[in-house]
């Protein structure tokens, strides 16, 4: 079997900071002549059909597989298919959310077995180990695929390898400790440091994940080598599994040039690398009081900015922002621009009057970030993003620090409240967007240096195209053993057929003979 004859099936977590990445190596796949069937949920589906309808626009062989969620069987809302709908439910909420996702097993597998022809490879999220199951029925060949960055990934199996969860997880346990058998020094906690499934009453899920990526017949992640080699190539030696990393591929989508041109009109009349962005992307909250102490930051700076306010009705402090007359908005119109909701993100990071970004440190903004060369100033949220923060400040040195010491998704509520202050945001805003000393300058070199590697990554010879045919090289390999093999076993069960009707004419005349 040629590589292009391939069929690859992609099944993200229901979530977008999931579904971004896996439907771009579903495009990238595509673009190698591979035909791709993306599988997630009818809302899912929607948030993304225009990447989708744009690759297919382009020639590329994509398609969307909606699979009903069973919402209403388990308890939970109508409508409610992603992570970013979780934000503020109580926690049975998110457990029952999780036992729907593990119910699409079901219907997954009955479209496979209708079709004419088994895909030659399953693609899964990492957070989606209920799709091991299923390959293994019907012996499809499986790649479970990693979405937040290696660095991440490698702390936490490391701190496990050494017990540091046998005695369970607490919902806030701060205390520091440093990774061991780390390629760098980091610090961090049981807490802070800790897999997607590392939760009171997900504790099958947790096994099955783990299973899951134990049996896969390789690893891709959402990464490129030019930032993390070492965690890559220490991960891969750690799992025993062929690893590939196979991004970034943040590049300008025209599918959403249009919706940016008001955004792009404002960027154009300010200075090269004059602008902040802001942006905390689409799960992360920050407190009403931690809000405000951002907002009077920013208007203390005295800088340009840009800010991707999530318009919550419901958040007093966000309406105040919003609607309040001769507040905030009205005070910065000048050098302020307010985006509500979504963002063109990529389309901001890549204007050379952006200078720095202010990040909640999700691994895709982090690489969209380094990918467009943009210096950022961290202020992590929750999950892996305390991680990302190291990686930018303290590995690549393209990073400054808000004062975050803790994610707020993890404190407590008697601690919740203002992690930074309006002068630390002012302070750490200057040193980010320091125009003329040695360490801004520096900081802004190597961010371009980092910028020209995520290129070349993705260009025919680079590191992440590179990986990309191997990987598929490796999946038209397997496929071919396994169709292979499928065809002995067929073939065997012809030979013992046949052999047991020549006994059942043989059996008469040896009676006879007896």
Excluded at 118 to 146: F, K, Q, S, Y
Aim: glycine share 8%; charged share 20%.
């Amino acid at each position: 079997m040629a590589p292009s004859d391939l069929h690859f099936l992609v099944v993200p977590l229901a979530a977008q900071g999931h579904m971004i990445p896996m439907v771009d190596t579903a495009r990238l796949l595509a673009a190698r002549g591979q035909r791709v069937t993306v599988v997630t949920t009818p809302v899912n589906a929607a948030r993304n059909r225009a990447a989708v309808d744009g690759a297919t626009n382009a020639g590329l062989a994509v398609e969307l597989l909606e699979l009903p969620f069973p919402s209403a069987q388990l308890g939970l809302p109508e409508g409610m298919e992603a992570v970013d709908q979780l934000t503020g439910q109580p926690p049975e909420i998110a457990l029952g959310f999780f036992k729907a996702i593990w119910t699409l097993a079901g219907p997954l597998e009955e479209y496979l077995r209708a079709l004419p022809r088994l895909p030659d490879c399953l693609v899964a999220d990492a957070c989606n180990p209920w799709t091991a199951p299923v390959c293994e029925r019907l012996g499809i060949p499986r790649l479970v695929m990693h979405c937040p960055s290696a660095y991440f990934q490698l702390a936490v199996h490391r701190l496990a390898a050494h017990g540091v969860y046998d005695g369970g997880v607490e919902d806030y346990d701060p205390t520091p400790l440093e990774v061991p058998g780390f390629p760098v020094r980091a610090v961090g906690s049981k807490t802070t440091v800790r897999g997607f499934f590392q939760y009171p009453g997900v504790e099958q899920e947790h096994r099955d994940a783990l299973h899951a990526e134990a049996t896969a017949d390789g690893l891709l992640f959402n990464t490129f080598r030019g930032i993390e080699a070492a965690f890559l190539d220490a991960y891969a030696a750690a799992i025993g599994k062929t690893t590939w990393a196979v991004r970034p591929t943040a590049l300008v989508n025209d599918t959403y040039a249009s919706s940016s041109s008001s955004i792009v009109s404002w960027l154009d009349a300010r200075a090269p690398d004059s602008v902040l962005y802001v942006s905390f992307g689409s799960i992360s909250l920050l407190s009403a009081k931690q809000l405000g102490k951002l907002a009077d930051g920013l208007e203390a700076s005295g800088r340009p900015f840009v800010w991707a306010i999530k318009e919550d009705k419901g958040n007093a402090a966000v309406r105040s922002l919003l609607e309040e007359e001769g507040g905030f908005e009205a005070r910065v119109k000048d050098r302020g621009l307010l985006v509500r909701g979504w963002a063109p993100q990529v389309a901001i990071l890549a204007h050379p009057a952006v200078g720095g970004f202010l990040t909640h440190c999700g691994w895709n903004s982090t690489l969209e970030a380094v990918s467009q060369g943009v210096p950022a100033l961290t202020w992590p949220t929750n999950n892996d993003q305390l991680c990302s923060e190291q990686l930018l400040v303290d590995v690549l040195g393209v990073g400054v620090r808000s004062g975050v010491k803790n994610a707020a998704m993890y404190l407590p509520p008697e601690a919740e409240g203002v992690q930074v202050a309006s002068g630390d945001v002012e302070r750490a805003i200057g040193d980010l967007m320091d125009d003329g000393g040695p360490e801004g300058a520096a900081r802004r070199s190597r961010a371009r240096k980092i910028a020209a590697e995520a290129k070349a990554a993705i260009e025919e010879g680079g590191t992440s195209h590179s990986d990309l045919t191997d990987m598929i090289r490796h999946v038209a390999e397997l496929s071919r053993k396994k169709r292979l093999d499928m065809e002995r076993a067929d073939a065997s069960c012809d030979c013992e057929a046949t052999r047991g009707a020549d006994n059942a004419a043989v059996l008469p005349l040896l009676s006879q003979a007896n």
